[in-house]
């Protein structure tokens, strides 16, 4: 197996989110797309640590699926909030800071 | 070889489908689905880079945990669920545009850097990978060299309970 074609699905994967987070209105669709995100980067730090003979890439890997589980937990948490304030769970109401 | 090469190909295939459903679904718990192909093919891709514990923790953690989270909160901001209202703002193109720029950048980086270079997974090497990927060096690893940052994690995590409760809690 080459390297490169983890890194580039990967890389395909992490784009696919970047289009979600840009393109989707609604709260809870934007963190999908940013655990899509978060997935790609695993795949870039098990290939790497699969290609170093390393344990380093699968350690921190973990690490971000730690991180990911509780940046789902609280932004779930700030969503809901919004909802609960705005009464949509839409991030284009979320406009008081605007000037 | 060839093998892995074709599992590679068709979990790869299966995983961009997913994630562009992830992105494009006008359902939202569709969108939700979409995403258990995503982590149930990475969760795949870490079996055949020989990463088995991740792997398995992928599976307790994204599809049991995170999936669940998800649509609980899909449910408890009573999302649209029969397409009638758009999920999508009006930025769609300029973030089409972003998307593919970036993509052709990364892969153009990523040919240029690292080429054809080979992860080698037979022979001596191969064993080697699986050693590497063995539940009891993971856990040797993160207990000697790694422990310090396994300990602020866990006080992360603890800090973003705690903050999420406070955050949700009805005053």
Redesign the interface.
Known sequence: ?????????A??????????V????????V???V??ML?AV??NL??F???L????G??F???V??????????G??????I??NLHS?DL?HVEQLKG | ?IV??IF?WVL?LA??LG??G??RSQN?VH??LY?VV??AG?AA??I????E??AW??VI??IG??II??L???M????PMGGDT????D??W???V???F??GV??AL??DA??????V?SGA?GE??LQ??KAG??AD??FT??VV?FEV?SI??LA??V???V??R?D
């Open positions: 197996m080459i390297l490169n074609q983890f890194l580039i699905l890389a395909v994967l992490f784009c696919i989110g970047v289009y979600g840009l393109a989707r209105r609604n709260g809870v669709l963190l999908m797309s655990e899509l997935n695993n795949i098990i290939a640590s699969a290609y003979r390393e344990t380093a699968e350690v890997a973990l690490f699926i730690t991180i990911a589980a509780a940046e789902v937990g609280v779930l948490a700030i969503v809901l909030l909802y609960r769970p284009d | 070889m892995q090469n590679f790869a995983m961009v994630a562009i992830v992105v939202v969108a939700a995403l995503v982590m990475a891709q870490y055949l880079l020989a990463a514990f991740v923790v992928q953690i994204y945990a995170v989270l998800f609980f909160g899909i408890l901001t009573r999302a758009k999920l999508d703002n930025q769609r300029p973030a089409a972003v998307s593919v970036l993509a990364l892969g990523l040919i690292f080429g054809k270079k080979e992860i997974i090497k080697q990978l590497v990927g060096h993971l690893s993160i060299a790694y940052p994690v992360l995590l973003a309970l903050g999420a409760v955050i949700a009805r």
